[in-house]
Each structure stands twice: as C-alpha cells, then as structure tokens.
C-alpha cells in the first residue's frame, strides 16, 4: 500500500504503544510524527527536493497539538485496517487484573514487516539508498524506536551506514546532525543502547530472568492454569489464552523454548515455576531481539 | 519439518524456496520477502496456505537485475517502477 512518510512512521512507531494513556515513548513518537508530518509538508515534489531546518523543525514541534495529531493518524490508518487498538498484552500477565482497561496499538503485521524489510533491504544490502529511507531511519532513531524494531545485529549495521551517508548523502549531511532529543531523551537513547549489548549476553539475559519487576512489560508471566507433560501442549495453552485477548500471534520457532512473534513483538517462551502455597506452572515472555 | 537439502539438489531442481533462494543469492531473507511482496519476484503458490516456490533460474536471474541496477545508482523505489513497466 502507498503510504505517506508520516503514515508510514506512524504505523511502525505506534505499534505496543498505549492508545488510551500518555505514556512517556508515545509523547516522544508523537513530537516526532510532528516532524514527519512537517517534512511532507515542505518537500518540493517537482524540484525533489526536502526543504528543512533546525528551527524550522523545532518551532513545528512546539506547534503541533500532539492529541490531534495521534487521533488522525489512528484514525487513518484504521480506516486503511492497518492498525488495532487491543487488550495490553499485560493483560494476559499473572499479577495483573485479566480485566485490565490498558490498550496498545497494534500494527498490521505484513505492512509492519514489509515497511521494515525495505529499510532493511535498502540499509543492509549495497546499493543507493532512497530519500524516504534516510529520512525514516533518522525519524526512528530520534523516537527510540529503532532500538525497538531492529535487532542488535541490525542496529550495528544500520549505524554504520548512517555513519558513511553523512559524506555521501546531502539529504544526510544536513538531516542527521539535527538532534530533537532532550537531554533526557539521549541519556534514555545511550541506555537502551547499552542495555541491548548488555541482555544479548549470557549474563545480561540471566539478570532479566531472575529480576524481571525491573520491566514488567518486558517479562510477562503467563500462568497455564495446569502442569502440562510437553512443550506443545504447554505453548498451545499460553497462545490459546493470548488470541483469546486479541492479540496476533505467529510462531517463528518450536520446542522447549519456542520464539513467538505477538502483535509484532518476538518473545522467548519459558517455562516457570512460581514457588507460593502451591507451585504455579506458566511461561515467562522474555523479549527477545537479538 | 523437512531436512535441509544439499545445495547440489538445490542447484539441480527447477523449483526452489526462499530459504534455498537465499543460499544460492547470498542474500538476506528480509530482501527476497520484500521483493517478493512487492511483486518484483516472481513466484508460483499452488494454494494460498501453501509455500511460495520459486523457478530457480528465473529468480536468480532477477535477483542479479536488481543487483545490477542498485550498483549502477538506482534506488528500490526506482528499481520496481522499472521492474512494473515491464510487466
């Protein structure tokens, strides 16, 4: 489908994100999408040419009404069925209310993928790459979402790229050094950089198993309701209950630890005891984007 | 799940998967699904619930086109204009 830069960021940035609340990371994809939105608005279509500065971008983001500007693009990519409003997947979580009222977005899982297979096919492979791809990667990188979407290996490549466009690229040269962080937002941006480098390890993977209340969302306890004698039965109990809830899934590796990709998330799924007056069988989802 | 065929097999039949498709190419798989749905590869599915296959000569040959063109400065945008007119 041909999307505009701004729906197509719009339908990467908001997926797992809360449709009802503000949340801290849909603030800072909403100041972005701001940004696209600007961007589309000053490209010259006949001269091809992205007129930008700064300032310019700066002052769009002051302006725009961030409210307005998700219920649009929700809205439009709703009426294209590219995106969802469903339960939070915290929902299905053992020490959370099954009525919980949280909601995230969720995008349609074949245009999700087929957006972040041509930034892939492009920034990956040798070869030129097009305007709206430099533009989009920047746009994620400035959201944190690129830490989200890419997996490590990804991450290392695409930055490299990053790094070589800005001699070759004049849309680069003059895009990429514009920096909408705040401080914060470039601490946080450093953190979930180091922390990917971090969890890919033994010892990193270890530490979020064993202290997941440091992210909940990031480590789900699913109780099965029951002790199952294989892995099989034991994964089509956990999904039973998961699409239960609305959510997409799709199974990208079997066995005793399986890889399921849910709402266009990738998640370990391993098998828990939880110790109390009696032992509560489940599966922990751990992220996993390694 | 089947076994892994010998890359001789696969060199010897006229029809491949992406995976083997992505052996052959020394490609990532993320390009040839994205080809691929973008209509720039072509393939044969007897049923929509079945695998996508492909003819091992004509893919690797398209597979090289597009390879050339991104070489020669043109953008995969650009690249399924092309690959569209054609048709």
């Not at chain 1, 701004?6 to 940004?35: D, P, T, Y």
């Not at chain 1, 299905?92 to 995008?107: A, G, Q």
């Not at chain 1, 993928?113 to 746009?139: H, R, T």
């Not at chain 2, 007897?46 to 000569?57: G, Q, S």
Request: charged content about 30%; glycine content about 4%.
């Amino acid at each position: 489908m041909d999307l505009t830069l701004a729906e197509r960021f719009a339908l990467i940035s908001f997926n797992s994100k809360e449709s009802e609340h503000r949340e801290v990371a849909k603030q800072n994809v909403l100041k972005i999408l701001a940004v696209a939105v600007y961007l589309e608005e000053n490209y010259n279509g006949t001269a091809d040419k992205w007129n930008f500065n700064e300032k310019d971008i700066k002052v769009a983001i002051k302006k725009a009404n961030k409210k307005a500007l998700e219920r649009t693009y929700a809205e439009r990519l709703q009426n294209y069925q590219l995106i969802s409003r469903v339960s939070s997947l915290l929902g299905c979580d053992l020490y959370f209310d099954k009525n919980i009222k949280l909601k995230t977005y969720v995008s349609n899982p074949k245009e999700f993928d087929c957006q972040l297979d041509l930034l892939k096919a492009e920034f990956l492979e040798e070869g030129p790459i097009s305007d709206e791809s430099i533009i989009m990667v920047w746009l994620l990188l400035e959201s944190l979402c690129f830490f989200q979407v890419f997996s490590l290996y990804e991450q290392d490549k695409i930055t490299k790229r990053i790094t070589t466009l800005r001699n070759e690229s004049t849309l680069a040269k003059a895009l990429y050094p514009i920096e909408l962080r705040s401080l914060w937002g470039t601490v946080s941006a450093d953190f979930l950089r180091m922390k990917s480098h971090a969890a890919a390890t033994e010892t990193g993977k270890g530490l979020n198993f064993i202290f997941p209340f440091f992210e909940r969302k990031q480590s789900i306890f699913i109780d099965t309701e029951g002790y199952f004698p294989n892995a099989e039965m034991r994964l089509k109990n956990v999904l039973d209950r998961i699409s239960a809830q609305g959510h997409i899934y799709e199974v990208l590796r079997s066995g005793d630890v399986p890889i399921v990709k849910i709402d266009n998330v990738k998640y370990e799924l391993l098998p828990e005891a939880i110790g109390g007056y009696v032992p509560i069988h489940g599966v922990r989802l751990r992220l996993y984007n390694l | 799940m089947s076994r892994q065929r010998t890359i001789e097999k696969i060199m010897d039949s006229e029809y491949v998967t992406i995976g083997e498709l992505v052996r052959l190419a020394n490609t990532r798989y993320s390009t040839l699904k994205f080809y691929t749905e973008e209509g720039m590869l072509p393939f044969e599915q007897a049923d929509t619930n079945l695998t996508r296959r492909y003819k091992r000569v004509e893919a690797l040959c398209r597979i090289e086109e597009i390879r050339a063109m991104r070489q020669s400065g043109k953008t995969i945008p650009e690249i399924k204009e092309i690959l569209n007119s054609h048709k």
